[in-house]
Nanobody
Framework: QVHLVESGGGSVQTGGSLRLSCAASGGLRYAMGWFRQAPGKEREFVAA????????YYENSVKGRFTISKDSAKNTVYLQMNSLKPEDTAVYYCASGGYHSDYIVYDKRRFDLWGQGTQVTVSS
């Protein structure tokens, strides 16, 4: 059974760093992304790698602080998070999507396989 498993979440202080990992048991797919959901809020796009050219996308608030990368040999996608802020506190989800889609990469409907999520807490 194909599934995604996130790890690496935890609690840090403002300015700290964490690296999230997403292991894809069925292999990496055309679009691999990270989303997050804070309490009482919608799940929102964070970052993604998509396409044969591996184009990278970031949500504006994380540009320059977060870096998405992948290791195809390990079937793993990473999210390096630096200069963390309290507003980054959320459950972070890994997601994957196939080649054909009617939705842009920022839209969670673009992705049809999700991990269980990992909690990231940033204290001030």
């Amino acid at each position: 059974q194909v599934h995604l498993v996130e790890s690496g979440g935890g609690s840090v202080q403002t300015g700290g760093s964490l690296r999230l990992s997403c292991a894809a048991s069925g292999g990496l797919r055309y679009a691999m992304g990270w989303f997050r959901q804070a309490p009482g809020k919608e799940r929102e796009f964070v970052a993604a790698i998509s396409g044969t050219d591996e184009h990278i996308y970031y949500e504006n608030s994380v540009k320059g602080r977060f870096t998405i990368s992948k290791d195809s040999a390990k079937n793993t996608v990473y999210l390096q998070m630096n200069s963390l802020k309290p507003e980054d506190t959320a459950v972070y989800y890994c997601a994957s999507g196939g080649y054909h889609s009617d939705y842009i990469v920022y839209d969670k409907r673009r992705f049809d396989l999700w991990g269980q999520g990992t909690q990231v807490t940033v204290s001030s």
